[in-house]
């Protein structure tokens, strides 16, 4: 009992910290928007109505159609080197989304380097509250012969779009962040 009172209070300070801040999306919107035409790159075409889907597609069958058998995945929470294990990721992610869209903002191609500006719309429900997150990134993407996806390296804000979201460690997190600005 004597260890009870510390950890509520560690927690309730750590809530009263954890106040997040509006995320600057929009700002940078605004200073970077959207100039992709898709039709122009079909190769992208799976990509896109991959992550577009992932909340209620037919995953098997979209990521088939995007991606290699043999390939490197990385999103900054896991490296993933094959189809199936892909497909296993992506189908327990989907089991916690309650909605996702992706936009393409922009693609820039250069040899064999595809680079994709995005943004994405997740919501999840985390200890029975609902959140809607929106970040950006880029994911580099290289393709094989037929097309699909064997290199898939993505860079985003994983605390605005994640980390800020779980319970205590968002607030410690945000704490940090403020206390950074400051």
Known sequence: M????P???LI???SACSHIEPNPLQEYLQLAPSDTDLTQNPRLQPFVKLYDN???GDLKTLV??????KLYFNDTLVTLHDQPSLLLYLLRTQG???DISCEILSILEQNQNSFVRWRMRTQFTILGQQKTVETIGISHLRFNAQGKIVLHQDYWDSMQGFYLHIPVIGGVLQWLKNDLQD
């Open 2 to 5: 004597k260890f009870l009172l």
């Open 7 to 9: 950890i509520i209070a």
């Open 12 to 14: 309730s300070t750590l």
């Open 54 to 56: 992932l909340d209620h």
């Open 64 to 69: 088939s159609d995007a991606y290699a058998d």
């Open 96 to 98: 916690h989304l309650d």
